[in-house]
């Protein structure tokens, strides 16, 4: 697969079809062996470090589970910001250096913008940004898209809403771009506080004919193929009255989804706190819990394809380990 071979994953930026596809296409047959219970795992030497210096819940165990699928063997730190020598003051780049003789791949969550690329820096292996502040979540953006290629089949002419913290939604700025890139149209929806940072939207060619800014779900709801809810980022704020202000926003119901289409596909990162109710969990076009069990196969793919592990998949599930 062209393009990920020993590389690290830290952002979206320049990812084309031809770079994403193989690997979505690989992800899906992954899904299928999860599903039917047939083993892919492969004898192989690989060993992967999951390094979290925030909280997670599906980030970190559908890496650690796709990993295990694989037959790779796992080294997790869930509490890396008071388990390792962090908290004694060592840097990201020394972290980086060491870190590098333990595991064949390290997957990075981190509180700070540009973490991850610090890490990668000064890494010999590949280093995944499982996250970095509002900076950029690329493997989230992967299975989104997995998500929404896999109810569509193409990604070309949707209206997709974003809806909610665009400013801080590090899995919105990864997405995005891709988005555009794909040929989706997009509409923004959050209040003003919360929009998408100029910054984001002026590294995206085509961006200002793409994505059109509308603050009112209700409004564009019935227009659109894809719905992506996100959550509010409290820790993110500075200022906690700003955050008081906007936290209520938006808060999807049961009845908004009288005014949207049969085809609506909703989607979220999660966690979500109040801005989907539970009430549209029912509805089948609620697929945030398929999205996000949906990280397993893609994470599974990503890693194939980063260390170039054999599989049974690519033998047409028939050849030796
Ligand atoms: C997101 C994240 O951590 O950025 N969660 C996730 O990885 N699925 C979204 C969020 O925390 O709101």
């Known amino acids: 697969m062209e393009g990920w071979y020993q590389s690290s994953v830290l952002s979206t930026i320049g990812w084309s079809l031809e770079k994403v596809n193989p690997l979505l296409d690989l992800a899906a047959e992954y899904k299928k062996c999860i599903e039917q219970k047939i083993d892919i795992g492969t004898k192989n030497r690989f060993s992967a470090l999951t390094l979290f210096f925030e909280p997670s819940t599906r980030t970190r165990l559908s890496f650690e589970s796709a990993a295990h ?11 890396a910001a008071n388990d390792t020598s962090a908290k004694k003051g060592e840097t990201l780049e020394d972290m980086g250096r060491m870190v590098s003789s333990y595991a064949d791949v390290v997957i990075i969550r981190h509180p700070e913008l540009g973490a991850a690329r610090r890490l990668a820096s000064s890494a010999t292996v590949p280093v995944i ?5 509002a900076g950029e979540h690329p493997t989230q953006a992967l299975l989104d898209l997995f998500t929404i290629r896999e109810a569509f089949g193409t990604l070309k002419g949707l209206r997709v809403g974003l809806c909610g913290d ?4 590090r899995t919105i700025h990864s997405l995005l771009r891709l988005l555009v890139a794909f040929g989706c149209d997009i509409v923004a929806i959050s209040p003003e506080e919360l929009a998408i940072p100029k910054e984001v939207l002026q590294k995206i060619p085509r961006a200002a004919d793409a994505v059109r800014v509308e603050p009112d779900l209700r409004k564009v ?4 193929d894809v719905l992506y809810m996100t959550r509010v980022q409290k820790e993110r704020f500075h200022d906690i009255e700003v955050y008081e202000k906007v936290k209520n926003a938006y808060r999807l119901t049961r009845e908004d ?11 979220h990162p999660l966690p979500r706190v109040d801005e989907v109710a539970e ?23 990503l890693l194939t394809a ?3 592990i054999p599989n049974r998949v690519h033998a047409g599930m028939s050849g030796p380990d």
């Not at 945030?288 to 990280?295: E, K, P």
């Open 69 to 79: 699928h694989l037959g790779i063997k796992v080294m997790s730190v869930a509490n």
């Open 166 to 169: 665009l400013v801080n939604g």
């Open 306 to 308: 980063i260390l170039d």
């Open 279 to 301: 009430s549209v969990d029912g509805d089948p076009r609620a697929r945030y819990f398929v999205q996000s069990a949906n990280g397993v196969p893609t994470r599974m793919a």
């Open 129 to 133: 940004n499982a996250g970095d502040g």
């Open 257 to 267: 989804l009288d005014h949207a289409s049969d085809h609506l596909r909703i989607l």
């Open 221 to 224: 709801l019935a227009q659109l």
